[in-house]
């Protein structure tokens, strides 16, 4: 099985079953959802779903703590390249076998300002990220996105969607739900809510509205749950 770690906001951390660790949206240090430092995290893999600082606040740094491959768009895997960070580019709709499973980006209609260092040459569309992991399980990480017709495309093809739900700048509840419509998946952790008051939500009224839809996990900063 694989054991998922939530760090808050939007960041997870991964261990697959062949051992691959991967981290999702690297964001710990001014996160005020988590007090884990970016020194306690171990990667193999770090996924970034776009350049907002709320998703790589922490990507240097741990990519010089790890050494890990950076999977992303093209635009920010040729930014950490030129860093000289291991990365492996790819883009919306496109799909790359790993040790660990098949990484496909899909559509996740958001900002797209690089906020790195220099980052301003290397703005890119943002992404969700639907991993298909060799053990079997199939798993979705939406990004911070709004709710787009696309979604039905992944209908039976996600176990497990990360979906954001704090509103104003992603999905709120309400169209996370109908997400849930669209998707089917057996189980929903909802994300990307009350790290700050602009985005604080009613997790429980949400969890009430997708009813016998899915299964809701309702994951606390540093818990952790496999699947």
């Given at each position: 099985m694989a054991k998922l770690t939530f760090h808050g906001h939007a960041t997870c951390s991964i261990e697959a079953d062949d051992g691959?660790?991967?981290?999702?949206?690297?964001?710990?240090?001014?996160?005020?959802?988590?007090?884990?430092?970016?020194?306690?995290?171990?990667a193999d893999f770090i996924l970034v779903t776009h350049g907002h600082a709320d998703h790589v606040a922490d990507l240097i740094p741990l990519a010089e703590?790890?050494?890990?491959?950076?999977?992303?768009?093209?635009?920010?895997?040729?930014?950490?390249?030129?860093?000289?960070?291991?990365?492996?580019?790819q883009h919306i709709g496109g799909g790359v076998q790993f040790p660990f499973g098949y990484v496909k980006l899909t559509n996740?209609?958001?900002?797209?300002?690089?906020?790195?260092?220099?980052?301003?040459?290397?703005?890119?569309?943002?992404?969700?990220?639907?991993?298909?992991?060799?053990?079997?399980?199939?798993?979705?990480?939406?990004?911070?996105?709004?709710?787009?017709?696309?979604?039905?495309?992944?209908?039976?093809?996600?176990?497990?969607?990360?979906?954001?739900?704090?509103?104003?700048f992603t999905m709120g509840p309400e169209d996370a739900v109908r997400a849930v419509e669209f998707i089917e998946p057996e189980v929903v952790i909802p994300m990307h809510y009350d790290t700050w008051p602009l985005i604080v939500q009613d997790v429980g009224a949400f969890k009430a509205a997708v009813g016998d839809r899915a299964r809701v996990e309702i994951m606390m900063p540093g818990d952790v749950w496999e699947f």
């Open positions: 691959s660790k991967l981290v999702i949206d690297p964001y710990f240090s001014d996160n005020p959802a988590t007090k884990l430092a970016v020194e306690d995290v171990e703590k790890t050494n890990a491959t950076v999977i992303s768009t093209f635009e920010i895997a040729a930014y950490m390249e030129s860093k000289g960070f291991p990365a492996s580019p996740s209609p958001h900002g797209g300002i690089v906020q790195l260092p220099g980052g301003e040459a290397f703005t890119s569309v943002s992404a969700g990220v639907l991993i298909n992991f060799a053990s079997g399980q199939r798993f979705y990480h939406a990004g911070d996105t709004g709710l787009t017709m696309d979604m039905q495309l992944l209908k039976g093809k996600v176990d497990v969607a990360m979906l954001p739900i704090g509103d104003r």
